[in-house]
């Protein structure tokens, strides 16, 4: 069922992840002291930001399929209970879909999904909205498929998937940044937890692990964390000292 509160709900989380990448970039344009934390001291490569701006112009796929849930009559449930069931189980999915299908991803014989999203070895809030047009149908398809199977048994809330896409795409444009702006106090809590700015810059800088979406949680189990993350995110927020090589590694700081 289509409302006005449901049309306007799509139309935010079909444009709110240019308006993040558009508003972190240009928070880094002006140089404000919340960049400051830098993680790379390095140029983006030549027509980088062209190219991920010409990547995200099917980025908001994610609003046609959850219009398309609507329009089968998907998600009717409206009570508190649903919502909050809907939001924390759609993120413990996206969660582990998008680890499972992006370990996949690397694989060579899959890795042609992912390649264009992997050609920004350094980061730009634009990165958060680059994406080949199969890998963001198979993101957004594997999440929304499976709210929609869930919900021909119970009933799920609309707005509770939504939130979790509206939370996603604030988060993802700064965790795509070249700049950290949490704090060092971060890794004590929830850090420990949670993934980070710099956590995601060194799976696109070197390529393999750090794989998890917003956690650290299946890149510990399976083992697939950089073992020098938490000193790599010490060096950036504490010294503000930011790497110099992509494939630079940093030990544990003395002293």
Do not use: C
Request: charged content about 15%; hydrophobic content about 45%.
């Amino acid at each position: 069922m289509f409302t006005n509160s449901r049309i306007g709900v799509l139309i935010l989380v079909g444009v709110l992840g240019h308006v993040m990448a558009l508003f972190w970039y240009l928070v880094d344009r002006q140089h404000f002291r919340l960049t400051s934390k830098r993680i790379y001291d390095m140029p983006f490569s030549k027509g980088q930001l062209r190219r991920e701006a010409l990547n995200s112009l099917h980025t908001p796929l994610h609003a046609v399929f959850l219009a398309g849930a609507l329009a089968l009559g998907a998600f009717r449930n409206t009570t508190w209970l649903s919502f909050f069931l809907t939001l924390f189980g759609t993120a413990a999915w996206a969660e582990i879909w998008h680890y499972g299908s992006h370990r996949l991803f690397h694989l060579r014989p899959l890795f042609w999904i992912h390649e264009e999203h992997h050609k920004s070895h350094l980061n730009s809030p634009l990165t958060a909205v680059s994406f080949s047009f199969l890998e963001k149908f198979i993101f957004d398809i594997g999440i929304i498929g499976l709210l929609m199977l869930v919900d021909r048994v119970v009933s799920l809330n609309f707005f509770g998937a939504t939130g979790w896409f509206i939370a996603y795409l604030i988060v993802n444009s700064y965790g795509h940044a070249n700049f950290e702006i949490r704090s060092p106090a971060f890794l004590t809590f929830p850090g420990k937890y949670v993934a980070s700015t710099v956590y995601h810059s060194l799976h696109h800088s070197r390529f393999i692990n750090n794989y998890g979406l917003g956690t650290r949680f299946l890149d510990g189990l399976f083992g697939t964390e950089w073992p020098d993350y938490e000193d790599v995110y010490r060096r950036v927020t504490i010294q503000l000292s930011p790497l110099t090589k992509l494939s630079e590694k940093v030990g544990p700081a003395k002293g």
